[in-house]
């Protein structure tokens, strides 16, 4: 549902049902947002203000665990790109792609609102090794975009782990119809957009493939029919988690796994 506000900022939605909304406003221009979440109960819903920003900005730099940058990597062909973590902020609109790093391996992303994390890969086979700010490292901390972030430092690594194997179902034949879903064994690593948590279905000979998890131990299943998004239901992934298969992933390891579907 949407509203033009008028001359005066004030706005009305009316005929929402019970439920909880992600209410965003925009300028004309488009280069200034805002966004909330609204419960709305058995009753109007009055007095919500929406602060339009141009956003945050956060600066930073690609570096490579090789200490010199490759020969043969472009800056063109590396991404940094914001995850956010608030639901009621949405996705940042990166119109043309993520922005581009600079010949210097500089990078700025902006209109940056809520918390998130800085994701970076390539075209290449380099993948993201960490996130630092001002030395600290902030890979899996959300950081907070509601001011300007600098001294970003993110690393690179040839180092990717993968995780590979066969899948069967409970008479030994080839499964096809099953998820593989690989996640931290600690539950302290299953917060939102965790890269802890990965999932892959089989191909036709019943294998599968997983890359770029970060080290650690992890539990591995296959389920039968899969929700999106219920690979990162805590709930289920307890419930997993005393059922799958355990094992331990180191930097850059290749990591073979025979897999059965399970009957639940």
Do not use: C
Request: aromatic share 6%; glycine share 10%; no cysteine.
């Amino acid at each position: 549902m949407t509203a033009v506000a008028s001359g005066d900022g004030s706005f009305t939605l009316a005929g929402l049902l019970p439920g909880t909304y992600a209410v965003e406003a925009r300028s004309t221009s488009g280069s200034e947002n805002a966004s909330i979440e609204v419960v709305v109960s058995g009753s109007d819903v009055s007095g919500v203000t929406l602060m339009l920003s141009r956003g945050a900005i956060a600066r930073g730099r690609i570096r490579f665990d090789t200490a010199n940058p490759p020969e043969g990597l472009r800056p063109s062909e590396v991404f940094v790109m914001p995850i956010l973590v608030d639901r009621h902020i949405g996705t940042v609109e990166l119109n043309g792609g993520p922005p581009a790093v600079r010949d210097d391996w500089s990078f700025e992303l902006s209109g940056l609102r809520g918390r998130g994390f800085i994701r970076a890969g390539t075209l290449r086979d380099w993948e993201m090794k960490r996130a630092l700010r001002e030395g600290v490292d902030v890979t899996d901390t959300p950081l907070d975009f509601s001011s300007n972030i600098d001294d970003l430092e993110v690393e690179l690594t040839r180092l990717v782990s993968t995780v590979s194997g066969d899948v069967v179902d409970n008479r030994g034949a080839v499964a096809l119809d099953g998820t593989v879903i690989i996640f931290a064994d600690d539950p302290e690593k299953w917060g939102p957009q965790s890269r802890f948590i990965a999932s892959a279905r089989p191909d036709q000979r019943g294998r599968f493939t997983i890359r770029g998890l970060p080290p650690a131990s992890y539990v591995a299943i296959v389920v039968g029919y899969l929700e999106p998004g219920e690979e990162r239901d805590p709930d289920l992934l307890a419930e997993w988690r005393r059922r799958g298969t355990l094992f331990t992933l180191s930097e850059g390891e290749t990591h073979a796994l025979n897999l059965s579907l399970s009957p639940f």
